[in-house]
């Protein structure tokens, strides 16, 4: 099956830094979503993003399909920013599959 | 509008029991989908119901494991025979349609003692 490789695994980082992270994956897919997971658990929409561009204030998020990766950028970060990252992708079925995600510590 | 909600929030269970889970997709949503997430992991898929046609199960674990959807809304995720290794998050998600983005639910945090 579709394989998902994020990294880094854990990033650290000082309130107001910026931060790129990344999502390989292994084969072509319709369907590219990420989310960040709060410390409740809840799993939080960031962008529904198969190819192309988006912005949402201070995050943004590339997909390019043809090379099969997409990032995600975080500018300024606060300390509401810290929690997993994930990227999740659908290939020829239904569900998503995801990476392992991306560990954001942000201190102040 | 109201997000996709989850009950219980969380459930402990002795080892042996029965356990049913409910979710309410956004209303509307054709798409619900069951994952299950353990401690360190990202979600994993579980079922897809499109409408109350489950067409996919291919990621239950067990044959203790069984979802419904009768009405097309709200979804039953039930585990019988509760084993440790059921610990997990159960999360829940929604799409309008089949590939839309999905919109997930807070999940249920269940242990089995």
């Known amino acids: 099956g579709i394989q998902v490789e994020q990294s880094p695994p854990d990033l650290i980082l000082q309130e107001g830094a910026n931060s790129t992270l990344r999502c390989n994956f292994s084969?072509?897919?319709?369907?590219l979503q990420w989310f960040h997971q709060n410390p409740w658990g809840q799993l939080i929409n960031l962008f529904y993003?198969?190819?192309g561009t988006k912005q949402n204030g201070r995050l943004s998020a590339t997909t390019v399909a043809t090379e099969r990766y997409s990032l995600l950028y975080i500018s300024s970060s606060q300390t509401t920013d810290s929690g997993v990252y994930f990227c999740?992708?659908?290939?020829?079925?239904?569900?998503?599959?995801f990476g392992k995600g991306t560990t954001l510590s942000v201190s102040s | 509008g109201a997000g996709v909600s989850q009950s219980p929030r969380y459930k402990v269970a002795k080892r042996g029991q029965d356990v049913a889970l409910r979710c309410d997709p956004i209303?509307?949503?054709?798409?619900l989908f069951w994952y299950q997430q353990a401690l360190g992991q990202g979600p994993e898929f579980l079922t897809y119901?499109?409408?109350?046609?489950?067409?996919?199960k291919s990621g239950l674990p067990s044959d203790r494991f069984f979802a419904e959807r009768p009405e097309g809304s709200v979804s039953t995720l039930k585990i019988q025979r509760t084993q440790q290794e059921d610990s997990a998050v159960y999360l829940c998600?929604?799409?309008?349609?089949?590939?839309?983005?999905?919109?997930f639910g807070p999940g249920t945090r269940l242990t089995v003692t």
């Open positions: 998600a929604s799409s309008l349609a089949l590939r839309n983005e999905q919109y």
């Open positions: 084969d072509s897919v319709n369907n």
């Open positions: 993003i198969p190819s």
């Open positions: 999740a992708v659908v290939r020829a079925g239904t569900a998503l599959i």
């Open positions: 209303s509307g949503h054709v798409s």
């Open positions: 119901f499109q409408n109350e046609a489950q067409l996919d």
